[in-house]
């Protein structure tokens, strides 16, 4: 009781006062605030614009096996084949959404069907926001969480018939589980919450298929929890088991019904097409894309089944990177650097109908606006970094450990986007976990910083 009323005395004079204990006191409507804030862009977006244009040319591939999943139980592409460039976890979420609100893509129900995903996507940042009121101050996870809400990069990804948005809420929801599991002294609920990490871990593999986030959350598991931690080595177990056997399956349904063995043919065609197709225009002096054209071409030319044609791609792709070390290494990174800076939330004119026929002196300045929003986070985002190192608030401490550990894992998932190219920002969708956090750290550094500004932390 004194220590309260010394942090009831000590936060008068602060800017907002008693805002962080009242923060504290009232999880459910900081968290009502937070969701509120993350709906109302999100939902704009979606509502104002034509459901079409929500579509991009990768959509219909997800939205082809989620009807063939509805009508005829099986995951086909659409000519009625087992599907094996998508895995099954976008398609399934819309499949049970067009179980409910209905099934016509080309008419009404499809604008229904986004309005739906959006609504439910849109608590990804509440579900940020309870881990941030784990490893922050209470102002700090709420600024923080509020910068994620307002993201416009976050808000177009909840709406676009992609995986992206579905993508980021399952990592989330993988994070904060971790940390209950982390804070919990019963052996019990620490398995049972540690077998839901490790389906989530799964499900958030057949949505994107990158395996190796299964070693990456198993790493920040043993880190996190402590590795002479009783009983880390069983959770470590039950963790790989639950997170392995929906892969495992999915191979083996793969094996099954197309001979193929892997979760998707689709990281073969994006090496091959894109970063092969990168470093050969290095080579020869040509335009990228009408050598990854080229690509395509020829694969259509061939006469091979699934894994002969996925094997050829690797072989191929393979002879040229060994061939031009540097120069692949040098077009690998450039990829990356541009996915992490590119200013322009992916295809927001479009869905806010902002897009005026292309013309310069309207887009120039939207990107130059974006540009420096972004480049705003990234500071605020580094700063925070910087000053989180002596892990101190005013009501509460800094997690530095889970910073780091959420910062590494988004970036090592952005690292993959260097075999693509010209994808934007959609493929840096992961640090949309950690950027706002951190840039929320940084904001309220600065402003305490201000001679004569009392911030509560």
């Not at 309207?362 to 892990?391: I, K, M, N, R, T």
Request: net charge positive; aromatic share 10%.
């Amino acid at each position: 009781m004194q220590k309260l009323l010394e942090e009831r005395q000590g936060d008068r004079g602060d800017f907002l006062p008693n805002f962080s204990i009242w923060l504290r006191d009232h999880v459910i409507l900081a968290s009502l605030v937070i969701l509120i804030c993350s709906v109302a862009p999100r939902l704009f977006l979606t509502v104002t614009a034509d459901p079409q244009n929500l579509l991009r040319s990768d959509s219909y591939t997800y939205l082809t096996p989620a009807l063939n999943l509805l009508e005829h139980g099986a995951f086909l592409n659409r000519h009625k084949e087992p599907e094996i460039d998508r895995t099954p976890g976008y398609p399934v979420f819309l499949m049970a959404i067009m179980s409910l609100v209905g099934k016509e893509v080309d008419g009404q129900d499809l604008q229904k069907i986004l309005i739906t995903q959006t609504l439910f996507l849109s608590w990804s940042v509440v579900i940020v926001y309870w881990l941030a009121r784990r490893i922050l101050p209470p102002v700090m996870a709420f600024t923080g969480s509020l910068l994620a809400a307002f993201s416009p990069w976050g808000a177009v990804w909840a709406g676009l018939c992609l995986t992206e948005g579905l993508y980021i809420f399952v990592l989330a929801a993988i994070f904060l589980l971790m940390k209950l599991v982390e804070e919990t002294s019963q052996v019990s609920r620490a398995i049972l919450g540690i077998a839901v990490v490790g389906l989530l871990t799964g499900a958030a593999v057949l949505v994107r298929p990158l395996w190796p986030l299964v070693l990456l959350v198993a790493g920040a598991l043993v880190m996190q929890y402590g590795p002479r931690r009783k009983g880390v080595w069983i959770l470590l177990t039950v963790m790989m088991i639950t997170a392995t056997v929906p892969l495992i399956l999915w191979k083996t349904r793969n094996v099954q019904e197309a001979h193929f063995h892997g979760l998707s043919n689709n990281g073969g065609k994006t090496t091959w097409r894109y970063l092969a197709a990168r470093v050969t225009g290095q080579i020869e002096g040509r335009d990228q894309e009408i050598i990854s054209a080229e690509h395509v071409r020829e694969e259509s030319e061939w006469r091979l089944s699934t894994q002969e044609a996925d094997n050829e791609r690797w072989r191929r792709a393979i002879g040229i990177f060994r061939e031009y070390p540097v120069l692949t290494a040098y077009s690998f990174a450039r990829s990356v650097v541009e996915h992490i800076l590119h200013p322009m939330p992916y295809g927001i004119t479009t869905p806010a109908k902002l897009y005026l026929s292309g013309d310069y002196w309207v887009l120039a300045p939207l990107w130059v606006g974006y540009f420096l929003l972004w480049g705003g986070y990234l500071s605020l985002a580094c700063f925070g970094l910087w000053h989180a190192s002596d892990g101190k608030g005013d009501n509460g401490t800094i997690d530095r450990g889970w910073l780091v550990t959420l910062l590494g894992i988004s970036l090592l998932l952005t690292l993959a986007s260097g075999v693509s190219y010209g994808g934007g920002s959609r493929m840096r969708i992961s640090l949309e976990l950690i950027i706002p956090l951190l840039a929320g750290v940084g904001l309220i550094r600065l402003l305490r910083s201000v001679p004569g500004l009392r911030v509560s932390s």
